[in-house]
């Protein structure tokens, strides 16, 4: 139980959740272009709902991908580096 809460553990999840919102939010608004290009309305209504989607999922597609950021410089700080064992070993010159 205490290895699922561990801070590698919390930092990779918080990375991931990050990505995911991310790539969900812009797999939206990209599907909402699609759908007012391809459909074959072509309306203003139809690009009036494009501008709006894009309008409110930039600003949130930006938060995620900062958020993405502040969880990837979080999985390296989390990282355990290498094994000192190993390094403090002779070499064999």
Known sequence: MSERLSAPWLARAFAA???????????????????????????????FAMEQAMAIGTPVAVAFAGLSVLGGFAVVYTTNGPDTAVQRQPSDD
Request: aromatic fraction near 6%; glycine fraction near 12%; charged fraction near 10%.
């Open 17 to 47: 959740a990050s990505v995911l919102g991310l790539l969900v939010t812009v797999a939206g608004v990209a599907a909402m272009a699609i759908a007012a290009e391809s459909i074959g309305r072509k309306t203003w209504g139809a690009y």
